[in-house]
């Protein structure tokens, strides 16, 4: 089992930077490929991006646009998500997860709760 907590959500203006990050928990967390996905009030949860277990490989949804990073400290068992640019379409419950390199929902076997990401315009 691996347990995922997010952090680092909250309340930003248009144009504003978030970091967020996703502290794991359990078996060996560096093993495991790790994505962010996020969703909108009467929205499908979609994708947002996927780091590969050793950092090496990056994959992100097309709205990103440059704006998102995601990287990992497997030493502090820790995968951040650094949003720049903020838009109010950017606002979210964001979830980290953890299993498959991919960019669908099934390919992850363990969640986090989720953070909340508001941007005002």
């Known amino acids: 089992q691996v347990q995922l907590v997010e952090s680092g959500g909250g309340l930003v203006q248009a144009g504003d930077s978030l970091r967020l990050s996703c502290a794991a928990s359990g078996r060996t967390f560096s093993g495991y490929n790790t994505g962010w996905f996020r969703q909108a009030p009467g929205k499908e949860r979609e994708f947002v991006a996927v780091?590969?277990?050793?950092?090496?490989?990056?994959n992100y949804a097309d709205f990103v646009n440059g704006r998102f990073t995601i990287s990992r400290d497997n030493a502090k068992n820790t995968v951040f998500l650094q949003m720049n640019s903020l838009k109010p379409e950017d606002t979210a419950v964001y979830y980290c997860?953890?299993?498959?390199?991919?960019?669908?929902?099934?390919?992850?076997?363990?969640w986090g709760q989720g953070t909340q990401v508001t941007v005002s315009s």
């Open positions: 780091i590969s277990w050793g950092g090496g490989r990056t």
């Open positions: 997860a953890a299993g498959r390199y991919g960019m669908e929902q099934n390919d992850y076997n363990y």
